[in-house]
């Protein structure tokens, strides 16, 4: 299979070894500790009742879908280094946009995927309609894009520069 850019997940080397990390953890060790807590809540008896077994078979699901979003995300991995401190826009980058050229009324956030950070940071998808148009446009320059419901939005790149977690 040929991979777009589309179905790419731009990864820096220390994301994708966290991301493989959490996943073998997932895949081993987490797999048989549920499995015993699957059991020892089945030895209690009555399942239709049993709490214990429903959270357990509950966290379990959560695991197994996490599992296969990760795999799913490393499958699709490129792993490169962080972008360049050029001021032109490109997925790694923390960036600052103002719309319709008011500096007053400005937004920041990653283009990135959004496994790439665990905090309250904006993420945008350098896919997303914004992504998209702003991947490649330097400090100073503009780019209209399409809202969902159709209007055009215009961004004026304020700032872009590496993300360093």
């Given at each position: 299979m040929t991979q777009t850019s589309d179905d790419v997940t731009w990864l820096t080397q220390d994301h994708y070894n966290k991301l493989k990390a959490e996943l073998e953890q997932l895949s081993g060790p987490w797999r048989i500790e549920i499995a015993q807590k699957i059991e020892a809540a089945r030895e209690e008896g009555d399942l239709k009742e049993n709490a214990g077994y429903h959270a357990a078979k509950d966290d379990q699901g959560k695991g197994e879908a996490r599992i296969r979003q990760l795999t799913q995300i490393l499958e699709r991995a490129k792993v490169g280094e962080a972008p360049a401190d050029s001021g032109v826009v490109a997925p790694g980058m923390l960036v600052k946009v103002a719309f319709d050229g008011d500096l007053d009324d400005t937004m920041e956030f990653l283009l990135a995927s959004r496994e790439v950070?665990?905090?309250?940071?904006?993420?945008?998808?350098?896919?997303?309609?914004?992504?998209?148009?702003?991947?490649?446009?330097?400090?100073?320059?503009d780019a209209t894009y399409e809202l969902p419901n159709g209007r055009k939005a215009t961004v004026k790149i304020v700032d872009a520069k590496p993300f360093t977690g």
């Open positions: 950070v665990d905090g309250g940071l904006d993420v945008y998808s350098p896919q997303s309609p914004l992504g998209r148009a702003i991947t490649g446009k330097a400090v100073g320059e």
